[in-house]
């Protein structure tokens, strides 16, 4: 975080997750699917209204994700016509 003055600051943030699955999620061919990964990356900046005194944030974020399971009737996996 940058503060150029008292009532006003400079952020940013990049981020990396994991996410271990249930052994049980599956893609639509009944593969298994990877562990999800992502990355976000966020900045902005923050500031205070001089005509109320309350502070104001305006953010620009960015998030992508690897291995996404999409449920379906509240299970992870999609199950197969057979």
Known sequence: MINPT????IFGNKATNYQGLAPSTRDVNNNYLSFSTGRGTDVGVKFFLSA???????????TEQDNISV?????????LNQ
């Open 71 to 79: 449920g379906m009737n509240n299970y992870n996996e999609i199950k």
């Open 52 to 62: 109320i005194g309350s502070p104001a944030r305006l953010t620009i974020f960015n």
């Open 6 to 9: 008292k009532y006003f600051s």
